[in-house]
């Protein structure tokens, strides 16, 4: 891990957001469910590669969260 405001490398921050994004539309919305040790590493991926500010809700009875963002396209860096 890094030091500053990236704390993931560019392999490690690759390696996450190919498991979240739309296989064959990386620039579409994102939704995907994971346990809280993750949230981090998933939350930088995502402004990382969208430049869109993740959110993060938490189902009480699974003790899951869920990372929701508008996606590169819609964010505010999409080619709108």
């Known amino acids: 891990m ?3 405001t990236a704390t993931l490398s560019q392999s490690e ?6 498991k979240l994004h739309d ?6 919305p994102i939704a995907v469910w ?13 402004r990382f590669f969208t ?4 959110k993060v ?3 009480v009875g699974s003790m899951q969260y869920l990372i929701t963002s508008e996606g590169y396209r819609a964010g505010p860096a999409g080619d709108h």
């Open 2 to 4: 890094k030091t500053g």
């Open 57 to 59: 809700e938490l189902n």
């Open 34 to 46: 994971c346990q809280g040790e993750a949230i981090m590493g998933i939350c930088e991926a995502i």
């Open 13 to 18: 921050l690759d390696a996450i957001f190919s």
């Open 23 to 28: 296989q064959n539309d990386w620039k579409a």
């Open 51 to 54: 430049a869109t500010e993740p």
